[in-house]
């Protein structure tokens, strides 16, 4: 069985311009998770989607936005990029809420480098 | 405001040792706890979780226990192998806020011959 896949692997962009995520999630899965791991630091919750639908929301400003398609993979999207916004993005998948198996199965990530 | 916390940024275990892994937290609500390992350019792979209403839980050589009252788990690894040299993380959930889960900074295990 496939595990959740990301693309790119890595990524170099320019302050101020736009970074595209993409993860596709176990096959089954429905829910949808993105992870920031800054240099040095633990794992920070971005976002949960579900069934299509954004569910919770981490600590971070609204340009960090995505959005997840009828096959349950998910696009992550950071606008007006910041330095700080270099870190390492990683997807995770679970199967839904009402599953009652919540464990989150992640993927590879992406390294987004911000110059 | 870092609610898990994993004061031992590094462990070093000879092989055949056991690994003892250390996690503190603050936040009351939480009910559902897991450990994850990583890897160098991967991503984090699930090893063993644990509920609330539990206070130990085993899968082959990994086991955690939850200690409520001391907002404390940890998470035993016997025999250590060469295998294991990863970062661990500590991870915890609220209860009601399925989705989100909080980690703690993580712990770099180095198994040694």
């Known amino acids: 069985e496939a595990g959740v896949t990301q693309s790119p692997t890595h990524l170099i962009k320019t302050r101020g311009q736009q970074a595209t995520l993409r993860c596709s999630p176990i096959?089954?899965?429905?829910?949808v998770y993105w992870y920031q791991q800054a240099l040095g630091l633990g794992l920070q919750f971005l976002l949960w989607?579900?069934?299509?639908?954004?569910?919770n929301r981490g600590n971070f400003p609204p340009r960090f936005s995505g959005r997840q398609f009828p096959n349950y993979s998910s696009e992550l999207n950071v606008n007006a990029l910041e330095l700080e916004d270099s870190a390492l993005y990683l997807c995770?998948?679970?199967?839904?809420?009402?599953?009652?198996?919540?464990?989150?199965?992640f993927g590879p990530g992406t390294r987004l480098l911000v110059l | 405001d870092q609610q898990v916390k994993q004061n031992s940024p590094s462990l070093s275990v000879q092989e055949g040792r056991i690994s003892i892994l250390n996690c503190d937290y603050t936040?009351?609500?939480?009910?559902?706890f897991l450990w994850y390992k990583k890897y160098p350019a991967e991503g984090p792979t699930f090893l063993i979780s644990?509920?609330?209403?539990?206070d130990k839980n085993e899968d082959g050589r990994f086991t955690v226990f939850l200690n409520k009252s001391a907002k404390h788990l940890s998470l035993h690894i016997v025999p250590s192998q060469p295998g294991d040299s990863a970062v661990y993380f500590c991870?915890?959930?609220?209860?009601?806020?399925?989705?989100?889960?909080?980690f703690g900074a993580g712990t770099q295990v180095v198994v040694t011959p």
């Open positions: 096959s089954g899965h429905t829910s």
């Open positions: 644990i509920s609330s209403i539990k």
């Open positions: 989607y579900d069934e299509g639908e954004e569910r």
């Open positions: 991870a915890a959930r609220e209860v009601d806020s399925w989705g989100k889960l909080q």
């Open positions: 936040n009351s609500m939480f009910d559902y």
């Open positions: 995770a998948s679970s199967l839904g809420p009402g599953a009652g198996q919540e464990t989150q199965y």
